[in-house]
């Protein structure tokens, strides 16, 4: 066979060709890195809201009262009436005796400060004692809490405000939160899948969520505040229904 036919290997083509392969290649591969690079900085953040009305299952009810005068054994006295006939009006209205708490006696003798100056209280001693009710059994005690003007009709003055100062509580806040979060989390992700259809996108896994903190409210008493409640000199703890909130915070990744 002669020269001319032969079809001679030459390196510097092959090594050309598989250069030029490896690039196609590389290029294909880095190409695909960069894209998907590019789809997992799309995402978008949004809040899913759940609410639940509930209503409170304690009552914390303190009632304080006191006696002041000269004659600290008559004083005493008057205190133990004024005890005894405050456990009997709450017995009248249903509340149990487990239900009481009777605090402890605290006497002030204002004359027992010699440093105290020249002026003086107009009685030497003041006698005080709280009467506290705790129960799960809040509707009794809201319609006790009307009929203290009895207590007024026996000569009995409770201290402070005693229509304001019963604490209404919810306590089952644990048992509520697993639903409430999912709650939370499926209308995050039907506000993502609403952004998603109006982008032409569809939404992927989760790229951050962030759960949110719960807050109890007066039912109905919507100013709240960023963080654990509501705000405004509304008491949560003065209003028997109650409403439970919270908002979670999702980042979804967007997918073309």
């Known amino acids: 066979m002669s020269e001319a036919g032969q079809v001679g290997w030459n390196p510097s083509l092959m090594l050309g060709s598989f250069l030029a392969f490896g690039l196609v290649v590389g290029g294909w591969v880095l190409g695909g890195e960069i894209k998907a690079t590019r789809l997992s900085d799309q995402y978008v953040t949004v809040r899913g809201l759940a609410e639940r009305d509930v209503k409170s299952d304690l009552a914390i009810w303190p009632l304080d009262f006191k006696e002041v005068g000269d004659d600290l054994p008559l004083l005493y006295a008057k205190t133990q009436a004024d005890k005894d006939a405050i456990a009997q009006f709450l017995g009248q209205q249903g509340i149990q005796p487990s239900e009481i708490d009777l605090g402890t006696v605290r006497v002030v003798d204002t004359q027992a400060n010699e440093y105290g100056g020249p002026a003086r209280a107009a009685h ?109 000199a509304f008491n949560a703890d003065s209003s028997i229904m109650k409403t439970v909130r919270v908002v979670t915070t999702m980042e979804y990744y967007l997918e073309k």
């Open 124 to 232: 030497r001693y003041i006698i005080e004692q709280q009467i506290a009710v705790r129960t799960p059994r809040v509707d009794t005690v809201a319609a006790a809490v009307q009929n203290t003007a009895l207590l007024l009709q026996k000569g009995i003055v409770l201290g402070g405000n005693p229509n304001g100062g019963v604490a209404y509580r919810f306590t089952g806040l644990n048992s509520i939160k697993p639903d409430m979060i999912t709650e939370a989390t499926r209308n995050a992700r039907t506000a993502a899948e609403r952004f998603a259809s109006d982008s032409g996108s569809k939404v992927g896994a989760i790229r951050q969520a962030n759960q949110g903190i719960f807050s109890i409210a007066a039912a109905d008493h919507s100013s709240d505040t960023a963080e654990g409640g509501y705000a405004g």
